[in-house]
């Protein structure tokens, strides 16, 4: 069974950085593409960033592509959200989701429609 974890989360001053961590394990040998959510309080969920399988495609929401950078290592099965500046707006938990879909069918996907395995969530509280 799939499993995604992320961890990294915690307390953070305004202007620091985080970088949040998602394992992916279970998956054998399939190739995946992976995204970044994350959900304010009082707010829906909405799409950070996502990374194809070979971290040549990477897709960023317009607002967020100065100060967060998605990475992965296929080696590792683990992916990363790097958040830069931070602002207290962007206190929210962040969750990972894999793509597991196959790859001739599979595009990178900015909704959470494009993803079949989520993680549980890492909290980032930014205080001001």
């Known amino acids: 069974q799939v499993q995604l974890v992320e961890s990294g989360g915690g307390l953070v001053q305004a202007g620091g950085s985080v970088r949040v961590s998602c394992a992916v394990s279970?998956?054998?040998?399939?190739?995946?593409?992976m995204g970044w959510f994350r959900q304010a309080p009082g707010k829906e969920r909405e799409f950070v960033a996502a990374i194809d399988w070979y971290g040549v495609n990477i897709e960023y929401t317009a607002s967020m592509k100065d100060r967060f950078r998605i990475s992965k290592d296929n080696a590792k099965n683990t992916g990363w959200l790097q958040i830069n500046s931070l602002k207290p707006e962007a206190t929210a938990v962040y969750y990972c989701?894999?793509?597991?879909?196959?790859?001739?069918?599979?595009?990178?996907?900015?909704?959470?429609?494009?993803?079949?395995?989520w993680g549980r969530g890492t909290l980032v509280t930014v205080s001001s």
């Open positions: 279970g998956q054998t040998s399939s190739t995946y593409n």
């Open positions: 989701a894999a793509d597991f879909r196959p790859a001739a069918a599979r595009t990178l996907g900015t909704t959470e429609d494009a993803y079949d395995a």
